[in-house]
């Protein structure tokens, strides 16, 4: 009673666990039926049948395919591959192919349709070529059947091999299990299908059935030479593709460089104390920054401060403002340059104001764009040629040359995604390269060139030890695609793009000419006084002098020279003129004491209004009467950056 009792027990245990073992999602069986034609190509049917039960299993199962390998020299080559249908359960399925790394994957099924669950037969049919080894005393087909990509356990996989007509093996070989793995738990067998592989033991998730079948020498007919320059031409696309976009990218902006880009030629700079052609101190920085500098707010400081000197308007310093009041001095038959007259608009007449600080940053930034527009709409194209058309022209070429190498390339997903590295690393540069170079601007004091040097020169370290660790890693992971070359291809379509846009542009020959006639003007604002004074003709230092040139120094960024200039003259003045000098321009405290703190409040205020944007500048520390003169000039124009990016 006891023994059948446990019996009973036994059959219902294994009854009951029997479905449970039978929902596992495995493949059945795989089985490969090849054949080998004469001219190397092959013709592959693989029967799939998988126990399906909607966990990795829903919509159909895909097969991944390897499209590359590794000739005997150690080089990359291509396969054909060409797949001729797919089939579920005896009807046609739907599929589509996906680029994956190092090869292609095969798709069964569709996202709208739920296989049922239980056993399902799919058929996948493709013809491949140039999978053929050929050696000095052999030919050999090296092929993996199963692929070692499955997730899935294989019960049992199988490998019919036909070959040609009058072709035999003169041996055979056969690995399973992991990739490089040398097990043998298979047998093989000849009959009158062919030869035929056979796993002995289940393989397991990522393992595989690899077979070597190797053949006298000229069995399969080597590719003609149309042939080999096909496939040569294939294996290289990538080159010709990369490389050739690069020289013609190259060969673009270095044509529309020699014809548009290069520079004037420059004349003899010679200190002179007025501007060429007696333009206004906005035109100056226009000129000499090839465009406004500061988003413009320099200009209009410039012009505000020339109005001021010559009595249209005057500047009041206050608590939390700074004010631009007219003056109601008639305009007269003066002449009066673009870019004034909008100014003078808003705080020409008498009574007219145009308070700077946040309450008004609308107003201001209106302004702004007005007083930009005219200067711009009058001056545009006539003393420098940004020539943008042949950037974008070279922009859209190298835009065309990616796209095709990324789109009829070979490249693997994983070095496109790559390749976005170079391409970051040359916007750094580029980035750090035009912030080095502004930041040694010849209107930077040397104190602030001497900090941009000790700044980049950390930078530079740490930028370039961290580059260095990405080039390396990402030398690293090219190589092992073999697509090192073309990280020279790719960044350097993106590096000349970012070259030829900073020096794409270049001044007309009458911009060239002013140019020369700005540098001499810096030159003078900036020579010591011992120098200044030995320039023959040069005038005498004075109140009306200091004043008429102050707008053209702040134009340039140079009014710290020039100003210690004036107070260096002030101290040598008769006694009592320094105290005794008071510009009718300026409205405020003018003592040093309390005009520094004016200044150091100001930038406070500032620095919290714009949240950083723009660095405030330190207190000033001249202890001069004259050193509120300067200090103005800054203060109208970091107000008007605040308010005019809290208003962006």
């Given at each position: 009673?006891?023994?059948?009792?446990?019996?009973?027990?036994?059959?219902?245990?294994?009854?009951?666990?029997?479905?449970?073992?039978?929902?596992?999602?495995?493949?059945?069986?795989?089985?490969?039926?090849?054949?080998?034609?004469?001219?190397?190509?092959?013709?592959?049917?693989?029967?799939?049948?998988?126990?399906?039960?909607?966990?990795?299993?829903?919509?159909?199962?895909?097969?991944?395919?390897?499209?590359?390998?590794?000739?005997?020299?150690?080089?990359?080559?291509?396969?054909?591959?060409?797949?001729?249908?797919?089939?579920?359960?005896?009807?046609?399925?739907?599929?589509?192919?996906?680029?994956?790394?190092?090869?292609?994957?095969?798709?069964?099924?569709?996202?709208?349709?739920?296989?049922?669950?239980?056993?399902?037969?799919?058929?996948?049919?493709?013809?491949?070529?140039?999978?053929?080894?050929?050696?000095?005393?052999?030919?050999?087909?090296?092929?993996?059947?199963?692929?070692?990509?499955?997730?899935?356990?294989?019960?049992?996989?199988?490998?019919?091999?036909?070959?040609?007509?009058?072709?035999?093996?003169?041996?055979?070989?056969?690995?399973?299990?992991?990739?490089?793995?040398?097990?043998?738990?298979?047998?093989?067998?000849?009959?009158?299908?062919?030869?035929?592989?056979?796993?002995?033991?289940?393989?397991?998730?990522?393992?595989?059935?690899?077979?070597?079948?190797?053949?006298?020498?000229?069995?399969?007919?080597?590719?003609?030479?149309?042939?080999?320059?096909?496939?040569?031409?294939?294996?290289?696309?990538?080159?010709?593709?990369?490389?050739?976009?690069?020289?013609?990218?190259?060969?673009?902006?270095?044509?529309?460089?020699?014809?548009?880009?290069?520079?004037?030629?420059?004349?003899?700079?010679?200190?002179?104390?007025?501007?060429?052609?007696?333009?206004?101190?906005?035109?100056?920085?226009?000129?000499?920054?090839?465009?406004?500098?500061?988003?413009?707010?320099?200009?209009?400081?410039?012009?505000?401060?020339?109005?001021?000197?010559?009595?249209?308007?005057?500047?009041?310093?206050?608590?939390?403002?700074?004010?631009?009041?007219?003056?109601?001095?008639?305009?007269?038959?003066?002449?009066?340059?673009?870019?004034?007259?909008?100014?003078?608009?808003?705080?020409?007449?008498?009574?007219?104001?145009?308070?700077?600080?946040?309450?008004?940053?609308?107003?201001?930034?209106?302004?702004?764009?007005?007083?930009?527009?005219?200067?711009?709409?009058?001056?545009?194209?006539?003393?420098?040629?940004?020539?943008?058309g042949y950037t974008a022209g070279g922009v859209v070429l190298s835009a065309a040359a990616l796209v095709?190498?990324?789109?009829?390339?070979?490249?693997?997903?994983?070095?496109?995604?790559?390749?976005?590295?170079?391409?970051?690393?040359?916007?750094?540069?580029?980035?750090?390269?035009?912030?080095?170079?502004?930041?040694?601007?010849?209107?930077?004091?040397?104190?602030?060139?001497?900090?941009?040097?000790?700044?980049?020169?950390?930078?530079?370290?740490?930028?370039?030890?961290?580059?260095?660790?990405?080039?390396?890693?990402?030398?690293?992971?090219?190589?092992?695609?073999?697509?090192?070359?073309?990280?020279?291809?790719?960044?350097?379509?993106?590096?000349?793009?970012?070259?030829?846009?900073?020096?794409?542009?270049?001044?007309?020959?009458?911009?060239?000419?002013?140019?020369?006639?700005?540098?001499?003007?810096?030159?003078?604002?900036?020579?010591?006084?011992?120098?200044?004074?030995?320039?023959?003709?040069?005038?005498?230092?004075?109140?009306?002098?200091?004043?008429?040139?102050?707008?053209?120094?702040?134009?340039?960024?140079?009014?710290?020279?020039?100003?210690?200039?004036?107070?260096?003259?002030?101290?040598?003045?008769?006694?009592?003129?320094?105290?005794?000098?008071?510009?009718?321009?300026?409205?405020?405290?003018?003592?040093?004491?309390?005009?520094?703190?004016?200044?150091?409040?100001?930038?406070?205020?500032?620095?919290?209004?714009?949240?950083?944007?723009?660095?405030?500048?330190?207190?000033?520390?001249?202890?001069?009467?004259?050193?509120?003169?300067?200090?103005?000039?800054?203060?109208?124009?970091?107000?008007?950056?605040?308010?005019?990016?809290?208003?962006?």
């Amino acid at each position: 009673m006891g023994r059948r009792f446990f019996g009973f027990c036994f059959a219902l245990l294994l009854t009951l666990a029997a479905p449970a073992a039978f929902a596992a999602e495995v493949i059945d069986s795989f089985a490969s039926d090849i054949t080998l034609e004469k001219s190397g190509a092959m013709t592959v049917t693989e029967t799939i049948t998988v126990n399906a039960e909607n966990n990795q299993i829903n919509h159909g199962i895909f097969r991944d395919f390897p499209l590359h390998f590794t000739d005997a020299a150690g080089r990359r080559r291509s396969v054909d591959f060409d797949v001729v249908s797919v089939q579920r359960d005896g009807d046609n399925e739907p599929w589509h192919t996906e680029s994956i790394s190092g090869g292609i994957r095969i798709y069964a099924g569709s996202a709208d349709v739920t296989v049922t669950p239980g056993r399902h037969r799919y058929v996948f049919t493709y013809r491949t070529n140039r999978q053929i080894r050929y050696f000095d005393d052999h030919d050999e087909l090296y092929w993996n059947v199963t692929g070692n990509g499955w997730i899935f356990p294989i019960r049992l996989a199988t490998a019919t091999v036909k070959l040609p007509p009058d072709v035999g093996a003169a041996e055979t070989t056969f690995f399973t299990g992991p990739q490089g793995a040398t097990e043998k738990n298979a047998r093989v067998s000849e009959t009158g299908a062919g030869l035929v592989f056979s796993t002995t033991a289940p393989l397991d998730a990522h393992e595989g059935l690899t077979f070597a079948i190797r053949m006298p020498k000229g069995s399969i007919d080597p590719p003609s030479a149309d042939m080999e320059s096909t496939w040569w031409l294939k294996d290289n696309r990538n080159y010709f593709i990369g490389f050739g976009g690069l020289i013609l990218v190259f060969a673009y902006y270095t044509r529309s460089w020699l014809k548009v880009g290069r520079d004037p030629a420059r004349g003899v700079v010679v200190p002179r104390w007025d501007a060429p052609d007696g333009i206004s101190p906005a035109l100056v920085n226009y000129i000499d920054n090839k465009g406004f500098s500061g988003e413009g707010w320099t200009a209009l400081s410039a012009t505000a401060l020339n109005l001021a000197v010559r009595g249209y308007v005057k500047l009041e310093d206050l608590e939390n403002s700074i004010v631009i009041q007219g003056t109601g001095k008639p305009l007269g038959k003066e002449k009066f340059q673009a870019g004034e007259i909008e100014l003078l608009k808003v705080a020409g007449g008498a009574g007219s104001t145009l308070t700077i600080d946040k309450a008004n940053g609308e107003r201001v930034k209106s302004v702004g764009q007005a007083f930009r527009s005219a200067i711009e709409k009058e001056h545009r194209g006539k003393y420098y040629n940004s020539n943008l058309g042949y950037t974008a022209g070279g922009v859209v070429l190298s835009a065309a040359a990616l796209v095709i190498l990324f789109v009829f390339g070979s490249l693997e997903p994983d070095t496109i995604a790559l390749m976005l590295i170079p391409i970051a690393i040359s916007v750094f540069v580029a980035v750090f390269v035009a912030g080095l170079v502004r930041s040694l601007h010849r209107g930077k004091s040397l104190f602030g060139k001497i900090i941009a040097i000790i700044s980049a020169a950390i930078g530079a370290f740490v930028g370039i030890s961290i580059l260095a660790i990405l080039v390396m890693a990402l030398t690293s992971s090219l190589m092992e695609l073999h697509e090192t070359p073309m990280l020279f291809a790719v960044g350097g379509i993106v590096l000349l793009n970012i070259l030829y846009f900073f020096i794409m542009g270049a001044p007309t020959p009458l911009g060239a000419k002013m140019m020369d006639g700005i540098d001499g003007l810096r030159q003078y604002l900036t020579l010591a006084e011992k120098d200044r004074m030995n320039t023959a003709g040069a005038p005498k230092m004075s109140p009306q002098h200091f004043e008429t040139l102050l707008p053209y120094a702040v134009a340039l960024g140079v009014e710290k020279p020039w100003s210690r200039t004036f107070e260096t003259w002030l101290a040598a003045a008769a006694a009592g003129a320094a105290a005794a000098y008071a510009p009718a321009w300026y409205a405020g405290n003018f003592n040093s004491g309390s005009f520094s703190d004016r200044i150091g409040g100001f930038s406070s205020s500032m620095a919290s209004t714009i949240a950083s944007t723009i660095p405030s500048p330190p207190p000033s520390s001249s202890s001069s009467g004259f050193s509120g003169g300067e200090g103005i000039v800054e203060a109208m124009v970091e107000a008007m950056e605040a308010v005019y990016y809290t208003h962006l």
